[in-house]
T-cell receptor, first 115, second 109 residues
């Protein structure tokens, strides 16, 4: 199985442009997450979804939007990119309905540079 | 507020033992995770503690004291491939992970 995939691997984007980062998982996990990781800081949660059809805001949601039309896909959209959104973006998923350890599985990340 | 504190960087020698400490303050607590992250890669799960005490898994062990808001990750028989960042992440009352900035572990031969 592929697990969790992200696209693109990296991208350079002009400020003011929009972009959608894609995330797909084939583990049938109910919960999915988007994080950004910046040097010297911990992973920060942008948005999450506990189940298809629902989404929630994390710690740093401004400037980002998400949708969860089905179980497998959880795209992250930057409507009008700004240089402060330069970061590495990780998508993750977990089976939070399973009793016990509900570790999050991470995609390989998307490295985004906004100029 | 919620806060995670772990050392920024540690250095150890191949074959030795190293202990990475983590103190935390969270709104509620539903267990604590440790992840490993090699440079340029995604984090991968190492361990999970929800009760006080030591959990051993091969060369890696993780300890939790809920009353002290304290955990450590113990790595034995260090190998060069253990050079990575180690992320401490307690889970709060909303079942969200709160991530520390990570400890970069450098292994020297």
């Amino acid at each position: 199985t592929a697990g969790i995939t992200q696209a693109p691997t990296s991208q350079i984007l002009a400020a003011g442009r929009s972009m959608t980062l894609r995330c797909t998982q084939d583990m049938r996990h109910n919960a999915m997450y988007w994080y950004r990781q910046d040097l010297g800081l911990g992973l920060r949660l942008i948005h999450y979804s506990n189940t298809a059809g629902t989404t929630g805001k994390g710690e740093v949601p401004d400037g980002y939007s998400v949708s969860r039309a089905n179980t497998d896909d959880f795209p992250l959209t930057l409507a009008s990119a700004v240089p402060s959104q330069t970061s590495v973006y990780f998508c993750a998923s977990s089976d939070s309905e399973l009793a016990g350890i509900n570790e999050q599985f991470f995609g390989p990340g998307t490295r985004l540079t906004v100029l | 507020g919620q806060n995670i504190d772990q050392p920024t960087e540690m250095t150890a020698t191949e074959g030795a033992i190293v202990q990475i400490n983590c103190t935390y303050q969270t709104s509620g607590f539903n267990g604590l995770f440790w992840y490993q992250q090699h440079a340029g890669e995604a984090p991968t799960f190492l361990s999970y503690n929800v009760l006080d005490g030591l959990e051993e898994k091969g060369r890696f062990s993780s300890f939790l004291s809920r009353s002290k808001g304290y955990s450590y990750l113990l790595l034995k028989e260090l190998q060069m491939k253990d050079s990575a960042s180690y992320l401490c992440a307690p889970m709060d009352s909303n079942y969200q992970l709160i991530w520390g900035a990570g400890t970069k572990l450098i292994i020297k031969p």
